[in-house]
Nanobody, 125 residues
Framework: QVQLVETGGGLVQAGGSLRLSCAPS????????MGWFRQAPGKDREFVAS????????SVADSVKGRFTISRDNAKNTVNLEMNSLKAEDTAVYYC??????????????????WGQGTQVTVSS
């Protein structure tokens, strides 16, 4: 069983930046595709960004393109989400997810097998 732990959430003013990190506990995830999703109050969970197991392929939601960047460091066993130019509508709980299927940088939550507990990001306007 893979347990994912997200860190780096918090409160930031609009236009600011945050960096989220995700690391598994108990094992490495270098063979997994990874993704970030978010869920705002009263809304469905939505895709944010994903990256293939080797880091060569990435996918980013249109709503965050040009502002968010996903990366991974397999030597350090972490995946990161760099968030810049944050907006109030980015406020949500952000979840890290891991996929054993290796379909590519998937945007579909059903392709992911393991999920973290989430970290809150609040952007004040």
């Amino acid at each position: 069983q893979v347990q994912l732990v997200e860190t780096g959430g918090g409160l930031v003013q609009a236009g600011g930046s945050l960096r989220l990190s995700c690391a598994p506990s108990g094992r490495t995830f270098t063979s997994y595709d990874m993704g970030w999703f978010r869920q705002a109050p009263g809304k469905d969970r939505e895709f944010v960004a994903s990256i293939t197991w080797g880091g060569a392929g990435t996918s980013v939601a249109d709503s965050v393109k040009g502002r968010f960047t996903i990366s991974r460091d397999n030597a350090k066993n972490t995946v990161n989400l760099e968030m810049n130019s944050l907006k109030a509508e980015d406020t949500a709980v952000y979840y890290c997810a891991a996929s054993t299927k290796r379909y590519g940088p998937s945007q579909y939550h059903g392709d992911y097998d393991y999920w973290g507990q989430g970290t809150q990001v609040t952007v004040s306007s």
